[in-house]
């Protein structure tokens, strides 16, 4: 028999290392714009071409939410965390070795693929993991991850100093794949008969108490992305353009740009208390 104790310590395993494998997701996405400057520099790309860099990753992401999380459910949240980190990872490491720019657009794009694994999966299996009273807490912290290109911008310049962007970006890259190898200790989870994906999906089209949450988050996360994405992107390039900064120096002021949504979750986390887990789960 399981010892009921094992499952406060599995909750914060699985807590854990949905983080860290979040946070190496977010090393690539969130520090591409770090590595922005020293890519222009090399590859002489007008801003619009730089602009689109970010935009590349971004529609691979995108086109890979509804079918991460459909495999997540067929096939389970582990698969989909170590999948989804290491093809993150792996396409990043191989982008930095694009010898012309639409090979690198193309590797970013396959990059971006990886990105959902940590919404989609890891919410899923933090969810199951804590009880009710603490799942909102929980989720904030697996969150916390995103702000792992706060960690990019402090490590990023210093590597594009030393070795050129395509070192940076084939660090961060592995870095990403062994974050999502390391969800190999995660619990296994159990899959759902084929088709409850897409019979999932044809319920909420027809749920109307969904449409109105879908299109209040949908909002919101467009302006997140515009501002955590794009001024990210700009600022360094505005700051290297109009004010003569180093690239380096303009990259590592993006860590206080990245910071804010760590704090915040260690004020929540500092307010509350740790919760207590794996119990009363409803």
């Known amino acids: 028999m399981r010892d009921p104790g094992d499952a406060p310590q599995r909750a914060v395993q699985t807590l854990a290392l949905t983080t860290l494998q979040q946070i190496g997701l977010t090393m690539v ?5 770090v590595l922005v400057p020293f890519v222009r520099d090399d590859l002489r790309l007008s801003l619009v ?3 689109i860099l970010l935009v590349a990753l971004d529609v691979g992401g995108l086109a890979a939410f509804i079918p991460t999380g459909i495999v997540a459910d067929r096939w389970g949240e582990r698969r989909v965390l170590v999948a989804g980190g290491v093809l993150m990872g792996a396409a990043a490491a191989l982008a930095a070795l694009a010898p012309t720019y639409g090979l690198l657009l193309a590797g970013l794009t396959l990059a ?3 990105f959902p694994s940590g919404h989609t999966a890891g919410s899923k299996m933090v969810l199951r ?3 009710a009273r603490s799942r909102g807490l929980a989720i904030g912290i697996c969150q916390a991850g995103l702000p792992g290109g706060a960690i990019a911008a402090l490590l990023i310049p210093a590597l594009a100093s030393l070795g050129g962007w395509r070192l940076s970006l084939a660090a961060v890259g592995a870095a990403c794949a062994a974050f999502g190898l390391s969800c190999l200790a995660l619990p296994r989870g159990e899959g759902l008969p084929g088709g409850a994906g897409t019979a999932a999906i044809r319920a909420l089209a027809f749920d ?12 919101l996360v467009i302006g997140q992305f515009t501002l955590q994405g794009y001024l990210p992107l700009f600022l360094p390039l505005f700051l290297v353009d109009e004010h003569g900064w180093a690239p380096s120096a303009a990259g590592r002021l993006l860590v206080f740009v990245h910071a804010g949504g760590s704090g915040a979750c260690s004020g929540v986390w500092y307010r509350t208390g740790w919760p207590v ?3 009363n789960r409803s």
């Open 112 to 114: 971006g693929l990886g």
């Open 29 to 33: 996405r969130f520090g591409l714009p």
């Open 49 to 51: 071409q730089a602009g």
């Open 129 to 131: 993991q804590f009880p």
């Open 208 to 219: 109307r108490d969904f449409w109105p949450i879908s299109l209040m988050v949908s909002t």
């Open 277 to 279: 887990v794996g119990a």
